[in-house]
Structures are given as structure tokens and as C-alpha cells.
């Protein structure tokens, strides 16, 4: 089997960073942590990820509105990718994420969970969707 570069998916928020990786043959996509946001803090953790999971690539998740506009989400999410940029020189790629949250808590309602208490699973279940489906997206290619 072929071993492929492992990728990283954050699914970016206001408090919270859901984080999800590859596996090594690309085919599945596993939650990792949520990180919280903390002054620049989160951008260490995650450059500590990048090294310790040997990351080639990062996917973050952007949150366009339903008709595929940019809205107030995707400004602050372009802000975060290029900051995170002058932590990592590996490429960051921007995927679209739209409904991936509701999708999270729809599986964990689902699976008899409550989420109101829940949300650092819903952001790395979150990332875990982006993640998914970006591998899905190059795999049928």
C-alpha cells in the first residue's frame, strides 16, 4: 500500500480549533484535539502537531455562507490561515465547510449524545467531516 502525505484539518473558531488528521494511506481522517484559542498559543500547538504527526499539508475549513458568498466568518478564518502561515511553511489549503458543525451534531444526536455540552467534539467531529471530505474529493479523481 502506499503511504501518502499526512494532512491536517482545523476547523477554526472564535474559542475553539476542532483538529483532525489523516491517516497514513489518506483514506480515513481521525479527530485529534480541540485547541483553544489563547493569544498566539493555539499557533504553537499546532506547529507542535505538525511535527509530531509529520504533516505535509493543512486543510482549514472556510465557512461560506449558503449561496457561497464570503461573509464576516470567512474574513476572520483568511486572517487566522495567514497568520498561521509565519508558524509553518508547509501549504495550507482552504476547503469549503458549509454545514460540516450541523453535520456534527446531527451524528452525535444520532448516536443519543446531547451536545449542549459538547462543543469542543462538535468542532473536532467538524474537522473530522472537512477532512473526510476533502480525501473523498481526491480519491475520486
Known sequence: MKVVDRILALDYGDKRIGVAVSDPLGITAQELETVKVVKDLHFLRIKEIIKEKQVKKILIGLPLNMNGSKGQRVVKTEKFAEKLKKY???????????????????????????????????????????????????SDK
Do not use: H, N
Open 88 to 138: 509553518t511553511s508547509i501549504p495550507i489549503l482552504m476547503w469549503d465547510e458549509r454545514l460540516t458543525s450541523v453535520e456534527a451534531k446531527k451524528s452525535l444526536i444520532f448516536l443519543g449524545q446531547k451536545t449542549g455540552k459538547k462543543k469542543e467534539k462538535i468542532d473536532r467531529l467538524s474537522a473530522v467531516l472537512l477532512l473526510q471530505s476533502y480525501l473523498k474529493s481526491i
